[in-house]
T-cell receptor, first 114, second 111 residues
Framework: AQTVTQSQPEMSVQEAETVTLSCTYD???????LFWYKQPPSRQMILVIR??????QNATENRFSVNFQKAAKSFSLKISDSQLGDAAMYFC???????????FGAGTILRVKS | KAGVTQTPRYLIKTRGQQVTLSCSPI?????VSWYQQTPGQGLQFLFE???????NKGNFPGRFSGRQFSNSRSEMNVSTLELGDSALYLC??????????FGPGTRLLVL
């Protein structure tokens, strides 16, 4: 069974600084997708970034980038120039090529200090 | 483009009752997935519907069921409610097979 592990229950970052959230996963599939979702206190889950396993290039979206290490089954999220609005619960998630089921990690609470 | 909508947003029920939650996907999205979010178990996949057919199912008891209509709107039903069913129920829709966009959720409290 596929599993996703986020080992950091909580992280803090100073405004304008950089923070990295960790995620590891376990799968026997060769084709799959990885995601980072953000859930602010309003509870609306928002897609932050997506990575296709067959792509070697790490995905980037403005201040958000990932470090995808397929052999190590690691998928970390780097947030640059952190803003107060980045404060939220961040979930790492996985899905296989042929289905839509998302497997989520336990989440990491990110606090941003001004 | 309107996002995923879920109704109702909040619901209070008592044990033994049943409940129906509704989800309207983003226009053009044919896949709808449901997730349960609780503090103890985190986010867990319930089921996914595509073109009115259940395509994937999570590990939940038969009290949890769903359906999808021809306009891709989906409903989720929980019968014989238990206290442990109290949760945030999230619906997500997708156009392709992989990127899901979530609704605001329905907060269910079972007393």
């Amino acid at each position: 069974a596929q599993t996703v592990t986020q080992s950091q229950p909580e992280m803090s970052v100073q405004e304008a600084e950089t923070v990295t959230l960790s995620c590891t996963y376990d799968t026997s599939e060769s084709d799959y997708y990885l995601f980072w979702y953000k859930q602010p206190p309003s509870r609306q889950m928002i897609l932050v970034i997506r990575q296709e396993a067959y792509k070697q290039q790490n995905a980037t979206e403005n201040r958000f980038s990932v470090n995808f290490q397929k052999a190590a089954k690691s998928f970390s999220l780097k947030i640059s120039d952190s803003q107060l609005g980045d404060a939220a619960m961040y979930f790492c998630a996985y899905s296989v090529e042929y289905g839509n089921k998302l497997v989520f990690g336990a989440g990491t609470i990110l606090r941003v200090k001004s | 483009k309107a996002g995923v909508t879920q109704t109702p947003r909040y619901l209070i029920k008592t044990r033994g009752q049943q409940v129906t939650l509704s989800c309207s996907p983003i226009s053009g999205h044919r896949s709808v997935s449901w997730y349960q979010q609780t503090p103890g178990q985190g986010l867990q996949f319930l089921f996914e519907y595509f073109s009115e057919t259940q395509r994937n199912k999570g590990n939940f008891p038969g009290r949890f069921s769903g359906r999808q209509f021809s306009n891709s709107r989906s409903e989720m039903n929980v019968s014989t409610l238990e206290l442990g069913d109290s949760a945030l129920y999230l619906c997500a829709s997708s156009k392709d097979k992989q990127t899901q966009y979530f609704g605001p959720g329905t907060r269910l409290l079972v007393l």
